[in-house]
């Protein structure tokens, strides 16, 4: 069973950078495709970004193009997510989850989830 823990979240300014962490263990990446999630008060959960089990990023949401990246070290079996000119908007929790590559060929259907971590972006 993969188990995900997500890090890196805290407080910052509009226009601040921060790099999240989602540490996977209990299997490979090399057979998973992990995505970022975020869920804020009020508002629908949103599909950040998905990078596939090749390392491919599969895509990202418009709110975000040009900010965050995802990325990935499959030596540490590890996912990233550089925020980089956040905005108020971005505050939420941000979720990492897996999808295994039998179930899906993207992030469509993710089978495990990580706790969460809190981004808050403040002015």
């Known amino acids: 069973q993969l188990h995900l823990v997500e890090s890196g979240g805290g407080l910052v300014q509009p226009g601040g950078s921060l790099r999240l962490s989602c540490a996977a263990s209990?299997?490979?990446?090399?057979?998973?495709?992990i995505a970022w999630f975020r869920e804020a008060p009020g508002r629908e959960r949103e599909g950040v970004s998905c990078i596939d089990s090749n390392g491919s990023l599969k895509n990202v949401a418009d709110s975000v193009k040009g900010r965050f990246t995802i990325s990935r070290d499959i030596a540490a079996n590890t996912v990233y997510l550089q925020m980089n000119s956040l905005k108020t908007e971005d505050t939420a929790v941000y979720y990492c989850?897996?999808?295994?590559?039998?179930?899906?060929?993207?992030?469509?259907?993710?089978?495990?989830w990580g706790q969460g971590t809190q981004v808050t972006v403040f002015s």
């Open positions: 989850a897996a999808t295994h590559i039998t179930v899906a060929v993207g992030c469509e259907r993710p089978g495990a």
């Open positions: 209990g299997g490979s990446l090399d057979y998973y495709h």
